[in-house]
């Protein structure tokens, strides 16, 4: 199976711009997705294929993808942001594959 | 409204066979758009696919669990289960249900719940 490569911990300056980023061969071939889990709760979907932001998604929440490398962009990022951003992707031979996480502090 | 929520005991013992059962609002089960899944999360660590069943039947199992996993749709319920034989203290977890397009994008989950495996 496929691995995706994330920076286990960021931080970003209230209100600044931060990127978390994904790393893996399968993005050449995937869209990636993005959630955001606080502690104690479920996963939610923040950016799907790539770039779409679901339903009640903050437009401060943005996705990009170039070659082996996906990034969830915050632009102007609030203290209610602050949280663990999984990237995940489907997966040859398996339904998805997730990333390792990214814990964000902002500061 | 989809909604899923998860239910089973909190603590199994090692060696027993943990059952998990997910039921779902607001949407079929027998939709042909959706694969119903099962996730975990160890303790501080990252999401993990358990494995997932679509209406028409077919599974996938995570090769890792594979041959102690059995994951089954109740349409009469509007539900599905997870049953994983000869736990260890590896399988404690935080156990979510999710509903799957395509199959790797989650909208929705439920809220968890958590097994210990413990004597």
């Known amino acids: 199976s496929s691995e995706l490569t994330q920076d286990p911990a960021v931080s970003v300056a209230l209100g600044q711009t931060v990127r978390i980023t994904c790393q893996g061969d399968?993005?050449?071939?995937?869209?990636p997705n993005w959630y955001q889990q606080k502690p104690g709760r479920a996963p939610i979907l923040v950016i799907f294929?790539?770039?779409n932001r679901p339903s009640g998604i903050p437009d401060r929440f943005s996705g990009s993808s170039s070659g082996t490398t996906a990034s969830l962009t915050i632009t102007g990022a609030q203290a209610e942001d602050e949280a663990t951003y999984y990237c995940?992707?489907?997966?040859?031979?398996?339904?998805?594959?997730f990333g390792g996480g990214t814990k964000l502090t902002v500061l | 409204q989809v909604q899923l929520q998860e239910s089973g005991p909190g603590l199994v013992k090692p060696s027993q066979t943990l059952s998990l059962t997910c039921a779902v609002s607001?949407?079929?089960?027998?939709?042909?758009?959706?694969?119903w899944t099962w996730i975990r999360q160890q303790p501080g660590k990252a999401l993990e696919l358990i494995g997932n069943?679509?209406?028409?039947?077919?599974?996938f199992y995570h090769p890792s669990l594979k041959s102690r996993l059995t994951i089954s749709l109740d349409t009469s319920k509007n539900q599905f289960s997870l049953k994983l034989t000869s736990v260890t203290a590896a399988d404690t977890a935080m156990y979510f249900c999710?509903?799957?397009?395509?199959?790797?994008?989650?909208?929705?989950w439920g809220p968890g719940t958590l097994v210990t495996v413990s004597s």
């Open positions: 999710a509903r799957g397009a395509g199959p790797d994008r989650f909208a929705y």
């Open positions: 607001g949407t079929s089960i027998n939709s042909a758009d959706y694969y």
């Open positions: 069943i679509h209406y028409s039947g077919k599974t």
């Open positions: 399968i993005l050449r071939t995937y869209y």
């Open positions: 294929r790539n770039y």
């Open positions: 995940s992707s489907r997966d040859i031979g398996a339904p998805v594959v």
